[in-house]
């Protein structure tokens, strides 16, 4: 996937812009709080709807404005042209139309124009909870799998219902309904998680093998809250929580609760790693995540990477350059060039207020 123009209008503090890009290495460069991280953000908007630096679109609109609008125009693996047309306002309220047609689902839509980003705020992936993990790990399977983000949907959903039901009080028999439509989703989501993680812990740790030099090992580690492998388990184990639930007034144990680990030398990395350590980890999952989209969709996905090399040493920042896929089309952002020799080597924007000048 290649991104050939974008037209962009009323985003945080961006007026309005329009750009074309010519390249496969696109850097933003100029001061902190000029708009260059705003703009990235922007393009990952193509990707999933949503912004890589907050839940929710509050904020995004320009102030004083009622509405931003975004347009796209990408060129696909076998350089057919694509369009996507997104405009949001304050509140939230989306309109999507892709190639010419109005889309209502988000699973519609998941998939067809990935990226990939990277940001010094992927830190709360090691040192948050869970919570963070396990929206990490939905979201790159969704966009992988249709099938994963219908079954997380649908588990969500008896979820709510569930903990509804536990709250006020209902009868048994309510509650099996709703268990036996909760059950087969997430015996489903189990096992595409424990089919991907080995696949990303091992693109995990050729990355970071390659940012270090060779000289550490990482890894990932899943970590189900409740594993059972039958329906009937299911059955019977959500039968056997259901007084505990009732008391606490929701669903304590099931895929809702699960996490992983990230293992520096084979030690857990929140407690362990250093902040050095840390970064690297981080970096390589989000390589991973480019490396497990290529191969699960054969779509190669942009790289958002947003002053990520301005957070790396020296030698993991050398490293990391020769991490870069060819084949992908990067946009960067910094203060300044990674290295002063690299000034040619990218199609370079100088941005000001929101501005973007190409020089």
């Known amino acids: 996937m290649r991104l050939l123009n ?3 209008e009323n985003f945080r503090n961006v007026r309005s812009a329009n750009l074309v890009f010519e390249t496969d290495r696109v850097f933003l460069i100029g001061p902190n709080g000029q708009g ?15 912004s890589f630096r907050k839940s929710g679109t509050e904020g995004l609109v320009r102030d004083e404005c ?3 609008r975004m347009f796209f125009r990408f060129a696909d693996e076998k350089r057919n042209e694509r369009e996507i047309l997104l405009s949001f306002r304050p509140k939230g309220e989306k309109s999507l139309v892709v190639d010419g047609e109005k889309l209502s689902k988000l699973g519609d839509f998941l998939g067809e124009f990935p990226s990939v980003a990277l ?24 966009t992988a799998s249709a099938e994963y983000f219908a079954n997380l949907q649908l588990y969500h959903r008896a979820l709510r219902e569930r903990n509804a039901l536990l709250k006020k009080g209902g009868r048994d028999r309510e509650l099996d309904a709703f268990e036996q439509a909760l059950i087969p989703s997430a015996l489903l989501i189990q096992k595409m998680r424990i089919e991907s993680l080995p696949k990303l812990s091992g693109l995990l740790a050729e990355s970071y093998a390659a940012l270090s030099a060779k000289q550490e090992e990482a890894s990932l580690e899943y970590k189900p809250d409740l594993f059972l492998e ?8 959500l039968v056997d929580e259901r007084a505990k639930d009732r008391i606490m007034g929701n669903t304590r144990r099931g895929p809702h609760r699960d996490d992983f680990t990230f293992l520096a030398d084979g030690r857990d990395a929140r407690t362990f790693a250093s902040e050095g350590q840390q970064r690297g980890l981080v970096l390589s999952l989000r390589l991973a995540e480019f490396f497990f989209i290529r191969q699960v969709r054969d ?3 942009l790289i958002l990477a947003d002053d990520v090399l301005g957070e790396l ?40 207020s929101g501005t973007f000048l190409k020089s």
Request: hydrophobic share 30%; proline share 5%.
């Open 230 to 237: 039958s329906e009937q388990e299911w059955s019977q184990r």
């Open 119 to 142: 940001s010094s705020r992927d830190f709360r992936l090691v040192r948050d909870g869970p919570s963070e993990r396990r929206k990490w790990l939905d979201l790159l399977l969704s």
């Open 36 to 50: 260059k991280t705003n703009l990235l953000e922007a393009i990952g908007m193509s990707s999933n709807l949503r």
């Open 313 to 352: 040493d020296d030698e993991r920042k050398a490293n990391f350059k020769g991490l870069l896929p060819s084949g992908a089309q990067v946009f960067a952002s910094g203060t300044s060039f990674p290295s002063p020799d690299e000034a040619n080597e990218w199609e370079t924007f100088r941005v000001s």
């Open 299 to 301: 779509q190669i996905p």
């Open 66 to 68: 009622d509405q931003c």
């Open 6 to 8: 974008f037209n962009l």
